[in-house]
């Protein structure tokens, strides 16, 4: 069996497009990659740094809603 032939939206590189391809379907396996390294990153970190990135994150998007809040008015 054959699969079609994508050109990968990052490097142009041409790959198959397999069905159980991890990532975008316009990338190919090595530009899906860095998701990959992503999720292994979060996996390896223990739930308080989690909590504490989630945190951060909200305080954040607090912030910058703050500012546009005030920009607005
Ligand atoms: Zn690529």
């Known amino acids: 069996m054959t699969f079609p032939n994508k050109v990968c939206a990052v490097c ?3 790959f198959e497009l397999r069905p159980d391809k991890p990532g975008f379907a316009n990338r190919c396996p090595a530009c899906s990659e860095p ?9 390896g970190i223990d739930a308080d740094e989690r909590k504490t990135l989630k945190e951060a994150n909200e305080a954040r998007r ?6 546009l809040y005030r920009k607005d008015s």
Do not use: P
Not at 35 to 43: F, G, H, N, Y
Not at 62 to 67: G, S, V
């Open 12 to 14: 142009s590189e041409e």
């Open 35 to 43: 998701e990959q390294v992503d999720a292994v990153t979060m996996t």
């Open 62 to 67: 607090l912030a910058m809603r703050d500012l």
